[in-house]
């Protein structure tokens, strides 16, 4: 990295930071970055090609770091594991997985920041357990300060099930709302772990995962068609 801040003819300070090809390690993957640019003024930055990959995974970055809601900074994703993304911003209160694709818009960053990006989801897990291919929406607002979470989930069989809610580490506060249609239930197991374990198989239903940032409680109604084993206390 080489960068060099300065003052503009009108006194204004602006940068110039050239980022050279590297590679870092997160979470036991090589990621390689790219050579790119960030230069502008304080307030007005632009990002120019800013990548990185690890094997098959694909980070893309570029576009305007400022305080006004129509710069946007846009992130490109192609086959990104959707764990390292959860861990980067250290949510580890339910493991989401899978593989993401798609592109998510950042903006306002110096004054209001939103975020918002449509996803799809290989493989779109919750707590180990694989729903099927997501369709998510995922947004940040400055004013809730909370992560919007609006999914369309396609199991193998093509049933759709959604989940959508809200979590808030600024409110203490998650809910999430499943509405199930023959959806893998093993999502449900470590809520239930006390007194059910071993669970195969789907159910329909509603369920709402819903609680304090780090006590998540589970209830609703749910049809089960699944093996499972009761432990006994």
């Given at each position: 990295?080489?960068?060099?801040?300065?003052?503009?003819?009108?006194?204004?300070?602006?940068?110039?930071?050239?980022?050279?090809?590297?590679?870092?390690?997160?979470?036991?993957?090589?990621?390689?970055?790219?050579?790119?640019?960030?230069?502008?003024?304080?307030?007005?930055?632009?990002?120019?090609?800013?990548?990185?990959?690890?094997?098959?995974?694909?980070?893309?970055?570029?576009?305007?770091?400022?305080?006004?809601?129509?710069?946007?900074?846009?992130?490109?994703?192609?086959?990104?594991?959707?764990?390292?993304?959860?861990?980067?911003?250290?949510?580890?209160?339910?493991?989401?997985?899978?593989?993401?694709?798609?592109?998510?818009?950042?903006?306002?960053?110096?004054?209001?920041?939103?975020?918002?990006?449509?996803?799809?989801?290989?493989d779109f897990s919750i707590d180990g357990a694989v729903?099927?291919?997501?369709?998510?929406?995922?947004?940040?607002?400055?004013?809730?300060?909370?992560?919007?979470?609006?999914?369309?989930?396609?199991?193998?069989?093509?049933?759709?099930?959604?989940?959508?809610?809200?979590?808030?580490?600024?409110?203490?506060?998650?809910?999430?709302?499943?509405n199930a249609n023959d959806l893998n239930v093993a999502?449900?197991?470590?809520?239930?772990?006390?007194?059910?374990?071993?669970?195969d198989g789907c159910g329909s239903g509603k369920v709402?995962?819903?609680?304090?940032?780090?006590?998540?409680?589970?209830?609703?109604?749910?049809?089960?068609?699944?093996?499972?084993?009761?432990?006994?206390?």
């Open positions: 990295l080489d960068a060099a801040i300065g003052r503009t003819p009108e006194r204004e300070l602006e940068l110039t930071a050239k980022i050279y090809n590297d590679s870092v390690i997160h979470r036991n993957q090589v990621w390689h970055i790219n050579e790119g640019t960030v230069s502008g003024k304080i307030d007005r930055l632009f990002v120019e090609n800013i990548g990185l990959t690890s094997d098959m995974q694909d980070l893309r970055i570029e576009g305007v770091i400022g305080k006004e809601q129509g710069d946007s900074l846009n992130a490109y994703l192609n086959n990104v594991d959707v764990a390292t993304v959860f861990d980067l911003i250290k949510f580890r209160i339910l493991d989401f997985g899978g593989r993401a694709t798609g592109t998510a818009h950042l903006t306002g960053l110096l004054s209001a920041p939103n975020a918002g990006g449509n996803i799809s989801v290989d729903l099927g291919t997501g369709n998510v929406y995922v947004g940040w607002g400055d004013d809730t300060k909370s992560i919007v979470i609006d999914a369309d989930i396609y199991n193998r069989e093509n049933k759709l099930s959604t989940v959508n809610g809200f979590l808030s580490q600024a409110k203490d506060t998650i809910t999430l709302k499943i999502f449900m197991e470590k809520k239930l772990g006390a007194f059910l374990s071993g669970m709402h995962l819903h609680g304090k940032w780090r006590s998540v409680d589970l209830d609703g109604a749910i049809a089960l068609y699944c093996s499972t084993k009761v432990n006994a206390n």
